[in-house]
Structure formats: C-alpha cells, structure tokens
C-alpha cells in the first residue's frame, strides 16, 4: 500500500465481479503518464492508460466508457474508497534537531489531522541532505522520524499502525551532489492515512 501511495500514484483501481463478468476500471485521478497492465488468469496483458478504460477480463476487451456509466456502474464502491492520505513535510535547522518555525505551526496541522483520523495508519519518513557520510546520515534520518513518531504517539489516538523508516540522503526532494548542505532535503514526511 505505501509503495503506491509513495509514488504518489492517485490511480484508484477496481475490481468488482459478476455473475460472468470480472471489470478493472481506471478511474479518474490517475497521474498523467501512468498506466497500469492486467494480467487475467489466461490470456494476453491488457494496457489500461486512459482514465475511464475499462478492462473486462473474460474476454480481453478494453474499452472506454464515460464517466457517466462509470459513475453508474460503480457508484456504491466510489461510496467507499478511502480518503487521500495526508502529507506533512516537517523541517529542520541547521543544527538538525529543532524544527523550522512553519514546521512548528504545521506540526499542530499534523496533530489535528491524526484525531480526524483516528484510528490511523501513519508513515513516518526521516530524509537527509548529502552533508556527510551516508550512513551517519542514515542514523540522523531515523533518529528525526522517531522523535516525529513520538510526537505522534503522544497525541493518545489510536493508531492501527505506525512505520517509522529512514530514507537518508537517498530520496531527496531536491538532488544535489554528494557533500551539499539543503534544507529542504531535512525533512521528516508524514503520511496519515
């Protein structure tokens, strides 16, 4: 599930199945460029790279339908898809520790959105900028999304499920060179789903 929501895919696939039939269908909110490709039980992949396509598996037909009938067709499963997740992006000084101002204010944001929440599944991140051996880096990365975490433990609302991860200096929202200090790469990312 995260790696999805992490490549920030907003592509909603549905499988529903009939009597005879069994549909996958690419709903709108897709991201430009993105596809996906169905692999029925038997038979040849099927490409699925417009919002709207529809895919029916028993035959290996794609085809398009408006959003109208799409709408019509899954209108009790749209009813039901979760909500998008919640991305926060909390940043660090200088000295690594402390938060900017704005992450400050954007930290109660953060809290509040937990209780809306509640009972939540959250991902904790802690990123690095290249300043440094890679895996000291690794080490300040963690130490940053644990104590993001505690932050969120001490808020008192149930949480279904925490992961708290390092990605270091490895997936930096502003790439640079090895060595170079940016501020917008200490970042803790927290997503509430």
Same mark, same amino acid.
């Given at each position: ?7 920030? !895919? ?6 529903? &199945?009939?009597?005879?039939? +069994?549909?996958? %269908?690419?709903?709108?909110? @897709?991201? $430009?460029?993105? /596809? ?7 038979? =040849?992949?099927?490409?699925?790279? #417009? ?7 028993? /035959? ?9 009938? !799409? ?12 909500? @998008? ?22 930290? %109660? ?7 809306? $929440?509640?009972? %939540?599944?959250? /991902?904790?991140?802690?990123? &690095? ?28 609302? =149930?949480? $279904?499920? !925490? +992961?708290?991860? /390092? ?13 170079? $200090?940016?501020? #917008? +790469? ?8």
């Amino acid at each position: 599930m995260h790696e999805l929501i992490g490549l920030q !895919l907003a592509l909603f696939l549905l499988v529903l &199945t009939g009597c005879t039939n +069994n549909y996958v %269908a690419l709903l709108e909110g @897709a991201q $430009r460029g993105g /596809s996906v490709e169905v692999v029925p039980g038997a038979g =040849e992949p099927l490409q699925l790279e #417009r919002n709207g396509q529809v895919a029916l598996l028993d /035959s290996g037909q794609v085809f398009a339908v408006d959003r109208q009938q !799409l709408e019509k067709t899954f209108a009790a499963v749209l009813r039901v898809q979760p909500p @998008a997740p919640l991305r926060f992006y909390l940043y660090f000084l200088d000295d690594g520790k402390r938060l900017t101002p704005e992450s400050e204010r954007l930290l %109660a944001r953060m809290k509040e959105s937990l209780h809306q $929440r509640e009972p %939540a599944i959250v /991902s904790v991140i802690g990123h &690095t900028d290249t300043l440094g051996d890679a895996k000291v880096n690794e080490r300040i990365g963690l130490v940053r999304a644990q104590r993001v975490a505690e932050w969120v433990k001490a808020e008192k609302v =149930e949480i $279904r499920y !925490l +992961n708290v991860t /390092s990605h270091s200096e490895f997936n930096p929202l502003v790439p640079t060179p090895d060595g170079t $200090r940016e501020p #917008r +790469n200490r970042r803790v990312e927290i997503c509430i789903y």
